[in-house]
């Protein structure tokens, strides 16, 4: 009997499928080699059976995906939960777009939630509110420490499969951990199953929050220089400017140089973050300035 479930972990040829009858270490069937068809992380996969004691089987069909990442290696993600602190680290603002831009070329929606805020300052929650507030992505402030704030980070995980992305130190797994307590205790089954637990940080793993929601513990996004841009795409990732864009003078507006801009105009009268927009100038400089091989 054919059974349906979400692969949430890959290593080493061996698939771990959730299922409603629990985690089941799969391969895949040859015919996948043959078509060049590799499974991923949040396929959602049909499996057959082997052995119902030990949990064993193998993948027989691959769902339709919704889309294919390509770093991390995963599918039908639905979302990005992109994590900064508020302080201790202080947020790095260019680093947050380039999270961000790299989240609006892969097709994802994104969740800003600033951490630690119980170790911060009134005015420095302000000043990111102020900052962020008007660019168009939901923006939470939590703490992971404390189990504060995760209550609204489950509302919008609900029924999505979300990628959790960010620099280090900034509490990732301090959230995932209060989100999902058990976490520990899978990737402890997972580990104890293969006997590779030493390898297992390195790779991309879902962890199910319930029945139909996921997230997902990721090494990171690698591709943050956006070595693959164009500098005439850059406007398109920031949310915030397009109601503005139909004020620009001129079609194909770089927001920078020219004037009569409608995205300057709304900067001087405060309706768009000014970090933001330098974070934007400085990113459309360095692109002007990459050299082409």
Same mark, same amino acid.
């Given at each position: 009997?054919?059974?349906?479930?979400? !692969?949430?972990?890959? !290593?080493?040829?061996?698939?771990?499928?959730?299922? &409603?009858?629990?985690?089941?270490? *799969?391969k895949a069937k040859g015919i996948f080699r043959k078509e060049k068809q590799k499974p991923l992380?949040?396929?959602?996969?049909?499996i057959e059976v082997t052995d119902h004691k030990l949990l064993t089987g193998n993948i027989i069909?691959?769902?339709?995906?919704?889309?294919?990442? !390509?770093?991390?290696? #995963?599918?039908?993600?639905?979302?990005?939960?992109?994590?900064?602190?508020?302080?201790? &680290?202080? +947020?790095? %603002?260019?680093? $947050?777009?380039?999270?961000?831009?790299?989240?609006?070329?892969?097709? $994802?929606?994104?969740? !800003?939630?600033?951490?630690?805020?119980?170790?911060?300052?009134?005015?420095?929650?302000?000043?990111?509110?102020?900052?962020?507030?008007?660019?168009?992505? &939901? $923006? $939470? %402030?939590?703490?992971?420490?404390?189990?504060?704030?995760?209550?609204? @980070?489950?509302?919008?995980?609900? /029924?999505?499969?979300?990628v959790v992305a960010g620099p280090s130190g900034v509490g990732k797994s301090t959230i995932i951990?209060?989100?999902? +307590?058990?976490?520990?205790?899978?990737?402890?089954? @997972?580990?104890?199953?293969?006997?590779? /637990?030493?390898?297992?940080?390195?790779?991309?793993?879902? %962890?199910?929050?319930?029945?139909?929601?996921?997230?997902?513990?990721? &090494?990171?996004?690698?591709?943050?220089?956006?070595?693959?841009?164009?500098?005439?795409?850059?406007?398109? *990732?920031? +949310?915030? %400017?397009?109601?503005?864009?139909?004020? *620009?003078?001129?079609?194909?507006?770089?927001?920078? #140089?020219?004037?009569? *801009? /409608?995205?300057?105009?709304?900067?001087?009268?405060?309706?768009? #973050?000014?970090?933001?927009?330098?974070?934007?100038?400085?990113?459309?400089?360095?692109?002007?300035?990459?050299?082409?091989?």
């Amino acid at each position: 009997m054919a059974v349906q479930g979400k !692969i949430i972990k890959g !290593i080493a040829g061996f698939y771990y499928v959730y299922t &409603p009858m629990g985690l089941v270490e *799969c391969k895949a069937k040859g015919i996948f080699r043959k078509e060049k068809q590799k499974p991923l992380v949040g396929d959602n996969v049909e499996i057959e059976v082997t052995d119902h004691k030990l949990l064993t089987g193998n993948i027989i069909r691959i769902g339709a995906r919704k889309n294919a990442l !390509i770093r991390p290696a #995963s599918a039908n993600i639905d979302q990005a939960l992109v994590i900064f602190a508020v302080t201790k &680290p202080a +947020p790095n %603002f260019n680093l $947050l777009d380039r999270f961000l831009i790299t989240m609006e070329r892969q097709g $994802l929606e994104a969740v !800003i939630c600033f951490n630690k805020k119980d170790l911060a300052e009134d005015s420095g929650i302000e000043a990111l509110e102020q900052a962020y507030g008007g660019s168009g992505y &939901p $923006l $939470l %402030f939590v703490s992971g420490a404390r189990g504060q704030g995760m209550e609204e @980070i489950r509302k919008y995980l609900k /029924g999505k499969t979300t990628v959790v992305a960010g620099p280090s130190g900034v509490g990732k797994s301090t959230i995932i951990n209060a989100l999902f +307590p058990e976490a520990n205790m899978e990737t402890g089954e @997972i580990s104890e199953k293969i006997d590779r /637990g030493k390898h297992t940080t390195r790779h991309a793993q879902l %962890f199910a929050l319930d029945e139909d929601t996921f997230i997902m513990d990721t &090494p990171g996004f690698t591709s943050l220089n956006l070595e693959e841009m164009e500098k005439e795409e850059l406007g398109g *990732c920031y +949310p915030e %400017f397009a109601p503005y864009e139909k004020n *620009c003078r001129f079609g194909g507006c770089s927001h920078v #140089s020219e004037p009569e *801009c /409608g995205v300057k105009d709304a900067l001087v009268r405060g309706e768009i #973050s000014r970090v933001r927009y330098e974070n934007y100038k400085a990113l459309y400089e360095e692109l002007k300035g990459r050299r082409k091989y």
